[in-house]
């Protein structure tokens, strides 16, 4: 008997699903927040479920639940015995002490109370809950996030005017952070220059936070500042701390829970302004909350394209769509140059987010008129001097004098060449006619930017790289293997041509990324070296099968020996940054594991760390008659490389 009980497999622990109270009073609960029998019972407050999604109440909340629920008791006990208690007049002689026996006497009645009454009781409780102190406001662990945008899931219990206010740094503290924020030349991160700063800070000074009542554009004007210091904090987590930090030094943790509680503060405050009303600074907010979305670790292409809708819906309500000067609008021509820039960065986002998610674009049949910015700094554009949002606009500079908006509009003249390809790739019916146009309009918009914005060293520069050979790869890839009767000829040729150039041209950027492993922790990076590395392990594979005769002399072919090369070198990146987080070993085990079965990795020294072989058989597919299932393998790498990610 005693070896079968202990042969026993021990059972898990279960979380109830039913709330505290229910499960005490062993009530059906229909798991409602609060329940049906809590709600009943005037017991919100104490309708509590246990699970990691759940915040514990602090104990001085604890507490306070505990003692409502003794005061409704002693109540229920009271009108149940003798009937409604007295009301007793807040107009006393002399001052009460709690530990003393009273006389309560007024106009109506006097009477001295007995030491148990349950007057007594009552006053001895109320004199306990105003002996708790008040707790601080809480916000969920950053391992609790969930996953999405905070200003669609919004996870965070709702915060008053004062609670809110009680998280802003010390204003030494912010002036520094807000200083270097609009430092150009020092911030690492690219960000639009959509705020003008002169009048940003004039709105600072008219918000007196503390005294202010709390109104929807106050609400909002705090959505801004939280979601500049979430986009301070994402800087110094990628970047690391600027050398002109003072001591000490917040560890790399705290400042993941500063972005994180920053983020979910910015969600708070526009709910509580009300995105729908049009207020001032709330398009400005909303992209700088999606440029933190763009940049978490976690693989999130289908909400930021989510919410890159809502950014382009608020945009549009507000007439961001519409040049002023085709319009009576109003606005000072400092005004209207800062809405150019305002709506170039909302159309250049949802150009890029459905890019990265392969979705229609929101902006997709829309009617604009609104023109581009001009290059010039807001130094350029402050007429008077005063920073009163007045004076006369100059002419536009050229591209080739750099400016803060220079990379803002070269990004959008090649965003808006890419959203083409997202059209195509999106239309019922596609002709290969019109494919040439878009790739040639797509080289045309690459190659006509500046050569300072396409060559260097610097990630903003690589940026543009990228984008450009994503979207090749993404206009390319149905062709590449559709149909074999195409093979190496015509159309087929010329796309898998692209493909597999585009494809080396970003296997060289990840070789330029040694020395770098923290921009692995994007999910754009990995998905962007993924989808390179698969292409080229295709065409190998494509070669290997039916030996299409590619020796890479004619223009724009490359041989095998080439794609084997590349291949290798993308092998060893992956397995130096093989630490860097979970996603990035997996991604790296997939692209080795492939490249193994085409003789590219010859089971090279891997050093210390985790192991880069794959735990089960090497991911294939069915390639016969050409028919590569890019749909499992997007499902593959979904479910495998990106199910789960921290809060960048």
């Known amino acids: 008997m005693r070896s079968t009980m202990q042969s026993r497999p021990q059972r898990r622990a279960r979380v109830p ?9 062993k009530l059906k609960c229909n798991r409602e927040k609060p329940c049906q029998n809590c709600a009943a019972r005037s017991g919100q407050a104490v309708c509590w479920y246990q699970g990691a999604n759940n915040i514990a109440p602090s104990p001085g909340d604890a507490m306070r639940q505990r003692i409502g629920r003794l005061e409704r008791l002693v109540k229920e006990l009271v009108a149940e015995r003798q009937g409604p208690l007295p009301e ?4 006393q002689h002399g001052k009460q002490n709690p530990d003393l026996d009273t006389t309560a006497i007024d106009d109506a009645q006097s009477s001295y109370p007995r030491m148990d009454d349950w007057q007594t009781v009552l006053e001895e409780i109320t004199a306990l809950k105003t002996s708790i102190p008040p707790s601080p406001p809480t916000f969920p662990d950053a391992s609790h996030s969930v996953d999405g945008p905070s200003l669609l899931f919004l996870n965070a219990p709702p915060l008053d005017h004062a609670s809110i206010l009680s998280f802003l740094p010390p204003k030494a503290e912010l002036d520094r952070l807000l200083s270097y924020f609009f430092n150009r030349p020092t911030f690492r991160l690219s960000i639009p220059p ?22 929807p554009e106050s609400f909002i004007f705090l959505a801004l500042l939280f979601s500049i210091l979430a986009t301070i904090m994402l800087e110094h987590h990628q970047h690391g701390l600027p050398p002109s930090n003072p001591h000490p030094h917040p560890s790399p943790s705290e400042i993941e829970s500063l972005f994180h509680r920053y983020r979910l503060l910015t969600a708070q405050c526009l709910h509580l302004g009300d995105i729908s009303k049009g207020l001032r600074y709330t398009v ?13 670790k976690d693989d999130n292409r289908r909400v930021l394209w989510i919410t890159s809708g809502v950014l382009v819906r608020v945009a549009v309500g507000m007439g961001y769509h519409i040049d002023p000067d085709d319009c009576a609008s109003g606005v000072t021509p400092l005004e209207a140059e800062y809405r150019r820039r305002v709506w170039l960065s909302v159309v250049s986002m949802d150009d890029v987010a459905s890019l990265w998610a392969g979705l229609p674009r929101t902006t997709a049949g829309l009617e604009v008129s609104m023109r581009e910015p001009r290059n ?19 002419e536009g500079k050229g591209l080739e004098e750099e400016t803060e908006v220079t990379y803002l509009i070269c990004k959008g003249r090649l965003a808006q060449a890419l959203a083409r390809v997202i059209d195509f790739v999106n239309a019922p019916r596609r002709v290969y006619g019109e494919l040439v146009e878009v790739d040639r309009g797509i080289r045309d918009a690459y190659e006509g930017l500046p050569e300072s914005m396409r060559s260097g060293n610097d990630i903003v520069r690589m940026s543009f790289s990228a984008m450009y050979h994503k979207g090749v790869i993404v206009l390319h890839r149905p062709f590449m293997t559709k149909g074999r009767e195409m093979g190496c000829r015509g ?3 010329f796309s898998r041509n692209r493909c597999v150039s585009s494809s080396l041209a970003l296997l060289e950027l990840q070789r330029g990324l040694k020395g770098m492993p923290r921009l692995y922790e994007m999910a754009q990076m990995r998905q962007l070296m993924l989808l390179a590395g698969m292409v080229v392990i295709m065409e190998l594979e494509l070669r290997r099968k039916f030996g299409d005769g590619i020796d890479g002399t004619r223009e724009g072919e490359s041989n095998s020996e080439d794609l084997i090369g590349a291949l290798s070198v993308s092998c060893e990146c992956w397995q130096e ?24 990795w010859n089971n090279k020294d891997e050093g210390s760390g985790p192991s880069l072989e794959l735990d089960g058989p090497t991911p294939s597919f069915d390639m016969d008659g050409m028919k590569f299932d890019w749909d499992t393998w997007d499902t593959f790498i979904d479910e495998t490389v990106f199910e789960s990610g921290p809060t960048y």
Request: aromatic residues 4%.
């Open 17 to 25: 699903l039913s709330c505290d109270p229910c499960r005490s009073r």
């Open 88 to 91: 007793h007049s807040e107009k």
């Open 194 to 215: 959509i705020l003008h700063p002169p009048t940003f800070y004039s709105n600072l000074q008219s918000h007196p936070f503390p005294t202010c009542t709390p109104t």
């Open 284 to 296: 400005e907010t909303l992209r700088l909350n999606a440029t933190a979305e763009l940049n978490r």
């Open 376 to 394: 010039l700094g807001w130094q350029d554009l402050e007429g008077d001097g005063g920073g009163n949002m007045g004076g006369k606009v100059l």
């Open 491 to 493: 159309e087929g040729r």
């Open 577 to 600: 940054v093989k630490a860097v987080s979970d996603e990035v070993l997996t991604a790296g085990r997939v692209i080795i594991g492939m490249a193994k079965e085409l003789g590219a």
